[in-house]
Nanobody
Framework: QVQLVESGGGSVQAGGSLRLSCAASGRTFSSYAMGWFRQAPGKEREFVGVISRSGGRTIYADSVKGRFTISRDNAKNTVDLQMNSLKPEDTASYYC????????????????????WGQGTQVTVSS
C-alpha cells in the first residue's frame, strides 16, 4: 500500500512558476514509476508526465514539454513537478500517481494503469 500526498498548488499569473511535490509513504517507493496527471473542470484526466522508478527516464505531454520538469528523490520518497512559463490552460487539479514496475526505465502514460493516486492539488493560472 502506498499513500500519496501532493502539495505546492496555488494561484499564479501567466508566465509564472510553481513547484508541486508528492510525498509517498511506504518503503518501496523506488519500485514505482511516478506519474503526474491533471484534470480541469468538465474535462477528462490527462497525462502530464512520468518518471521511471530509477529517475533515468522521463516523458511529457506535448502540451507541457519544455516547460515542466519531473524529478524524484528515492531517499526522501518524493517526486516533484516543476512548472515554468505557466499558461491559463494549465489550470487544473494536479494528481500524482504510482505504478509498480519491474524495469527501472519503464514509464506508463495511461492513467487506468496506475495503482495509487493522491488527492490532488489545485493550480490556477490567471491571464
Amino acid at each position: 500500500q502506498v499513500q500519496l500526498v501532493e502539495s505546492g498548488g496555488g494561484s499564479v499569473q501567466a508566465g509564472g512558476s510553481l513547484r508541486l511535490s508528492c510525498a509517498a509513504s511506504g518503503r518501496t517507493f523506488s519500485s514505482y514509476a511516478m506519474g503526474w496527471f491533471r484534470q480541469a473542470p468538465g474535462k477528462e484526466r490527462e497525462f502530464v508526465g512520468v518518471i521511471s522508478r530509477s529517475g533515468g527516464r522521463t516523458i511529457y505531454a506535448d502540451s507541457v514539454k519544455g516547460r515542466f520538469t519531473i524529478s524524484r528523490d528515492n531517499a526522501k520518497n518524493t517526486v516533484d513537478l516543476q512548472m515554468n512559463s505557466l499558461k491559463p490552460e494549465d489550470t487544473a487539479s494536479y494528481y500524482c500517481a504510482a505504478r509498480a514496475v519491474l524495469d527501472t526505465l519503464v514509464v506508463v502514460t495511461n492513467p487506468a494503469r496506475y495503482d495509487y493516486w493522491g488527492q490532488g492539488t489545485q493550480v490556477t493560472v490567471s491571464s
